[in-house]
């Protein structure tokens, strides 16, 4: 039989993005009730830091305070009483230590302390899974854009051939994307600060304004300059580092997406995924995958950012609309991440299909170039309106690029196959892709 907690336990069914992730695991109901608890042991502890609670106390707090002990499918249907999981769970916790421990347990803090507390642990401890990821790929693409420095392929602007590009320089974007996501996280990660205040944000009941320090301390968070119960900055820069980062993978899964197709074949993932009715895909499951999670992210961080009109001392919605989104984000991020840095490990490269696609318009990916060179020998004007009716003629198969502007006496004498060579023209990208490169 099901148990209730399996029975009513969100597993990921409809979200294989990030379904068996790291970080699934790190945001999951037992992950967060451990961050509550050890929100509520890092006071205790502090407290007696500063000679306000007896160190025996404390130990027996912290000893107290692992998530396995407790219920979760309780806590979560006793916390529709008071809006938050925390009464329910301080009255666990004072249950579970000594009777002449438990006036220090919760002492002098409210509710939303504690929450903001384990909401900044539980993302900490999630950042820290995104950051290892997003570092594995960006060390994977630096490899992929140093291979592939010279490897020529068709640039493409509004879905149509546009000049020559290379693939290193295509991966050294993606690269410079993923380093940004990844500096946005490492510095979002090392500014999530701890919350406390109590009733209204004054600590009127916390003793010592050093407990806030201590309390830093013990959870290994940022000290804030204030309580932030309405002030809160901390989830809307955690809302924009995390949309930033699915956005700039779903740049990369995008963009494997296109050059995957059966007809482009350009890359494709090193596992494809199957297909229920037909046997022969291998469909790219993981670029698809981040994809759905980049288009997704954007929704949940505004209402993150909505939060921010929160009233009072302490608001009634703004704070509780934050837990579930924020978590979400955190999910998708974090399967994301791990995705991305198992595609781009994987991905399979093909020059051979990328020069192939070069020579489809017989020579005029290099339009631009041809105008300017022409342009030297009869005018900038003149060379712009024979390229275009010879363009007409190339797409009508009269000719390549090269043969017909041949059959002009005042082009022939030109090295046409060299001037109409995809490879010999990719402007500064070797330079660009270096230069992409040298950043860490």
């Known amino acids: 039989m099901t148990s209730d907690e399996e029975r009513y336990a969100d597993g990921g069914l409809l979200s294989p993005g990030w379904a068996g992730s790291r970080v699934e695991t790190a945001v999951s109901d037992l992950a967060y009730v451990q961050a509550l608890l050890d929100a509520e042991a890092a006071l205790t502890r502090a407290q007696a830091a500063l000679g306000e609670a007896p160190a025996d106390a404390a130990s ?9 002990a407790f219920d979760m499918r309780s806590l979560a249907l006793r916390a529709r009483a008071a809006g938050n999981p925390v009464p329910a769970l301080v009255s666990d916790l004072k ?4 009777e002449r421990h438990r006036e220090f347990v919760h002492r002098g803090t409210t509710s939303q302390d504690i929450v903001d507390t384990a909401t900044m642990l539980v993302a900490a401890r999630a950042l820290d899974l995104v950051h290892a990821d997003l570092s594995r790929t ?20 509004l879905t149509q051939h546009a000049v020559p590009t290379t693939f290193g320089l295509k991966a050294a974007g993606w690269r410079s994307l993923v380093l940004d996501a990844r500096d946005r996280v490492r510095s979002v990660r090392a500014s999530l600060p701890a919350q406390l205040g109590g009733a209204a944000g004054t600590l009127a009941a916390l003793g010592s304004p050093g407990v806030v320090a201590a309390f ?36 990369l899964a995008v963009d494997v997406l296109t050059l995957s197709r059966t007809e482009i074949a350009e890359l494709a993932e090193g ?6 009715a037909m046997p022969h895909k291998a469909n790219p499951v993981r670029a698809t995958l981040i994809a759905a999670g980049a288009r997704q992210a954007p929704a949940l961080a505004s209402v993150l950012y909505g939060s921010l009109v929160a009233e009072d001392e302490r608001p009634p919605g703004a704070w509780h609309a934050e837990w579930q989104p924020l978590r979400d984000l955190l999910r998708i991020v974090g399967g994301a991440a791990e995705n991305a840095a198992a595609l781009v ?9 990328m020069r192939r696609h070069l020579d489809l318009t017989d020579g005029l990916i290099v339009s631009e170039r041809l105008t300017a060179e022409l342009g030297a020998i009869v005018g900038r004007a ?6 275009t009716s010879l363009a007409t ?5 009269e000719g390549t690029l090269a043969q017909l502007l041949a059959e002009q006496p005042e082009f022939k004498h030109l090295d046409l196959d060299a001037l109409t060579d995809p490879s010999r023209y990719t402007g500064a990208a070797a330079v660009l892709t270096d230069r992409a490169l040298e950043r860490r």
């Open 393 to 397: 003629r190339v797409r009508t198969g």
């Open 60 to 68: 027996a707090v912290t000893e107290a305070a692992r998530a396995e």
């Open 271 to 276: 596992t494809g995924g199957g297909s229920s």
């Open 95 to 98: 249950a579970a230590v000594p």
């Open 216 to 251: 830093a301390r013990e959870t290994g968070l940022a000290e804030p300059a204030l309580p932030w119960h309405t002030l809160r900055t901390p989830v809307a820069d955690l809302a924009g580092a995390l949309a930033f980062t699915t956005g700039a993978l779903g740049k």
């Open 382 to 387: 003149r060379a712009k309106e024979a390229l």
């Open 345 to 353: 490990r994987e991905l399979r490269v093909d020059p051979d299909a």
């Open 138 to 157: 960006e060390a994977s693409l630096g490899t992929l854009a140093a291979a592939h420095r010279d490897t020529v392929m068709a640039g493409r602007t």
